[in-house]
């Protein structure tokens, strides 16, 4: 193993612009040219995402606020993440916990 | 029920802060009243607080009131993260090429003044440059495809003696370039050099973005309050409120860069009705006391109305301004360019040079063959 590696980090890219709104989070990935909303449990992650996390590290915040099945919301997440990271909103590294 | 008009505005206005006497009546509004409030705060920008009265269950509305709201914020803060990519693009062009800045008003104001800058919904974005840049500036956003609003009199008229110019960036987005905090009288007796001395920051999209520091920009909203619209609009005098209610508004340095930049009329102003428009305890700031106490000079009272008689004009804040510029050379060519201005500054605007004259004279004389 590489000495600093470490399993995959996601956090909120730097290079978002956004805002809460009534029912959520409205985001400007300002690279990428397209608004997009989170709302529910996406501006739950949002929040989480403030700080690097892995994806069970994420999950484990999301399972603290909202009731579900550990291995569901692991398996929901990635693909989540996946998107936001086409979308320009998030960023995911390799690297040891900050 | 019916919502008097005045109290539910100043309540709105005024939600989240501490200390205001004001508050939102109990019950829901019938449909006039909440339809009323709804044109209110999206023509005054305070979209964000109405939003955050409905959140906090300050305000009772169902299901379809709420979601009109959120239509209304969403709209309000995309807006204004549209306007911060502007900036941040403005900036980019700046930069590279030596141009110093500070983000004034709504963009710092929102981020630096509220607890969360979904509270606080503006429409352009208003830069300062130091005076020597100005030309430079607007230059190199022209270069990428911004486009001045208004022609100056004459070269150099800005720089020299103006609040700034508009650009409209390629989106159709206003950036005011301004080097100095307002037009006319009060504009030109003001420290530029205080404002460059100081700064606080906060972090956009990654960037590091300086503003005024407190105290100053504290002034700034004092000034746009006071001086910026004939009747005071509740969005600029909540600004003043909560910048005056926060910790750490240092009172004696803003007396003394008001005193300095010869504004104690205008912040006195400024602070008098943010009082009394939230209904501040006397008790809650000491400029609160001293703005009741406050007695302006005659001069500066002159001053005064021709930011807030209604009606005021260009020309009038133009003519009071020559007292205010020093020595008689700058004088002249104040009025040189005012009087001769290039071509281009009065075509589309007036019929000639002399229906201008005419025109401009009756502004200046007007309010004083008032009785």
Redesign the interface.
């Known amino acids: 193993m590489t000495p600093g590696a470490g399993p995959r980090r996601y956090v909120r890219s730097?290079?978002?612009?956004?805002?809460?709104?009534?029912?959520g989070v409205?985001v400007?990935p300002?690279d990428h040219g397209d608004?997009f909303?989170l709302t529910g449990t996406g501006v739950a992650l949002w929040e989480v995402l403030a700080m690097p996390r892995t994806v069970d590290e994420a999950a484990a915040e999301l399972l603290s606020r909202f009731d579900g099945a550990p291995e569901a919301v692991v398996a929901d997440l990635a693909p989540v993440l996946e998107d936001l990271i086409r979308r320009g909103a998030v960023t995911a590294g390799d690297g040891p916990e900050p | 029920m019916s919502w008097p008009w005045p109290e539910l505005a100043r309540a709105v206005a005024g939600h989240g802060l501490p200390q205001a006497g004001v508050a939102l009546p109990v019950g829901a509004p019938d449909d006039p009243a909440w339809d009323q409030l709804c044109r209110w705060a999206v023509a005054q920008r305070l979209s964000g607080l109405l939003?955050a009265a409905?959140?906090d269950g300050a305000l009772d509305v169902d299901d379809d009131r709420?979601a009109q709201?959120?239509r209304m914020?969403?709209s309000a803060?995309?807006g204004?993260?549209?306007l911060?990519?502007a900036m941040?693009r403005a900036v980019d062009v700046l930069v590279p090429v030596g141009i110093d800045y500070r983000v004034l008003k709504g963009t710092a104001v929102a981020h630096l003044d509220y607890a969360?800058?979904?509270l606080r919904s503006y429409g352009d974005v208003d830069l300062l440059v130091r005076s020597e840049d100005l030309d430079a500036a607007i230059a190199a956003l022209e270069g990428v495809g911004h486009v001045r609003r208004f022609p100056e009199p004459r070269p150099g008229f800005q720089r020299r003696f103006g609040k700034g110019n508009c650009l409209v960036t390629p989106e159709k987005m206003e950036i005011d370039l301004h080097r100095s905090l307002a037009m006319g009288p009060f504009g030109l007796t003001i420290v530029l050099d205080d404002l460059w001395a100081r700064r606080s920051t906060f972090v956009?999209?990654?960037v590091e973005v300086p503003a005024l520091a407190l105290e100053e920009r504290f002034l700034h909203a004092c000034i746009h309050a006071a001086l910026g619209d004939p009747i005071p609009r509740l969005s600029p005098l909540r600004d003043v409120a909560q910048m005056l209610l926060a910790p750490g508004l240092d009172g004696e340095k803003v007396r003394e860069l008001s005193a300095t930049w010869r504004i104690d009329a205008v912040v006195a102003r400024a602070v008098g009705l943010a009082g009394g428009a939230f209904e501040l305890p006397s008790g809650a700031h000491p400029l609160l006391e001293w703005a009741r106490r406050f007695e302006p000079a005659a001069r500066d009272r002159r001053s005064l109305r021709v930011y807030t008689d209604p009606g005021q004009t260009y020309a009038a804040k133009s003519f009071a301004a020559l007292r205010a510029i020093p020595g008689i050379a700058s004088k002249v060519a104040y009025l040189r360019a005012l009087l001769f201005p290039a071509r281009s500054y009065v075509a589309g605007r007036h019929a000639g040079r002399l229906r201008r004259w005419g025109r401009g004279l009756a502004q200046v004389l007007r309010p004083r063959l008032r009785p």
């Open positions: 730097e290079r978002v612009l956004w805002r809460r709104t009534v029912d409205v400007l300002i608004y909303d | 939003a409905v959140v709420r709201v959120a914020h969403r803060m995309v204004a993260i549209a911060e990519r941040l969360d800058p979904s956009l999209a990654g």
